[in-house]
């Protein structure tokens, strides 16, 4: 409060990949908004920030008020061209036109010099921004712990994958022998054995996601890190849950072994749902 005069300042944070602060002031103070926005970007360093800066008189001032004539000529002319070119009747009143904006103004509008304005300004908007910093907090909190949790699995899913692992190459070579078993009646010469166990090494080169399965565990040790950390990691969890979800699209494509691709699948899921929550962290 000052005088009459009351200034509240609303900040509203949204998700966005990069920092946008976007404000909105009353007109007269608009030589202020790299300020605001100086204030706001020391507490907000990712997602988009809506700021509005609202001043109103809460009861009536002592100091009185005066009519803005030239505001209330310019209303009355176009009032009087509107009726005439509609043939509209005259029922305009004088408390008509001091209900319209600007008509009316307060006497102690803006208390002080500009100085002492922008002080007051700066305070309230940092005072807001404090507030915005300790939800965004609390509500980091609560997504770590979220986040922790499904990393936890993907890393109990990845460890399942890599016991599966020997299995796809087993199940390749059982099915390989059955159509061979097939065959066996039509063929005419006899299976080569040595071709047969070259053909089977190679599908399980082919299939080898060890390389694969070592770097999801990583990329998991790294995002846990990171998550531990009071500086802004948001933009190194993005990049994390690419290279996360690139893993688990060759572990899917190289493995050709059902049990292993369903895992995989798991893992995407869980990691979409990390993206979502990892856009609210800066």
């Not at 070119?85 to 319209?100: E, G, I, S, V």
């Not at 980091?140 to 993907?154: A, N, P, S, T, V």
């Not at 990171?226 to 500086?231: F, H, I, R, Y």
Request: hydrophobic share 40%; charged share 30%.
């Amino acid at each position: 409060m000052r005088g009459s005069l009351r200034l509240t300042v609303e900040m509203r944070a949204v998700n966005h990949r990069y920092c946008e602060i976007a404000v909105r002031l009353p007109k007269a103070w608009g030589m202020l908004e790299d300020r605001v926005k100086k204030i706001a970007a020391e507490s907000v360093r990712r997602g988009r920030v809506d700021i509005a800066v609202a001043v109103e008189q809460s009861e009536v001032s002592s100091h009185g008020f005066h009519l803005d004539w030239e505001t209330a000529d310019r209303y009355v002319e176009a009032i009087r061209q509107i009726q005439s070119r509609y043939a509209l009747p005259d029922t305009f009143t004088a408390n008509d036109l001091l209900a319209l904006p600007g008509i009316l103004q307060s006497d102690d509008k803006l208390i002080g010099s500009p100085d002492d304005v922008e002080g007051w300004l700066a305070e309230t908007v940092q005072a807001a921004a404090d507030d915005l910093l300790s939800m965004k907090r609390a509500e980091g909190m609560k997504l770590c712990e979220d986040l922790r949790k499904r990393l936890d699995q993907i890393a109990v899913w990845t460890d399942q994958i890599r016991a599966l692992a020997p299995h796809a190459t087993a199940e390749h070579r059982q099915r390989l022998l059955q159509r061979l078993e097939k065959l066996k009646e039509e063929l005419p010469f006899e299976l080569d054995e040595q071709r047969l166990a070259q053909e089977i090494v190679l599908f399980a080169e082919r299939s080898d996601i060890s390389e694969e399965t070592t770097r999801m565990i990583s990329h998991c040790t790294q995002f846990s890190e990171q998550l531990s950390k009071e500086e802004a990691v948001g933009r190194k969890l993005d990049f994390l849950l690419q290279e996360m979800n690139r893993e688990a699209n060759t572990i899917a494509s190289k493995a050709n072994y059902l049990p292993i691709q369903r895992l995989a699948v798991d893992i995407k899921t869980e990691l979409e749902k990390m993206r979502e929550q990892v856009q609210n962290i800066e």
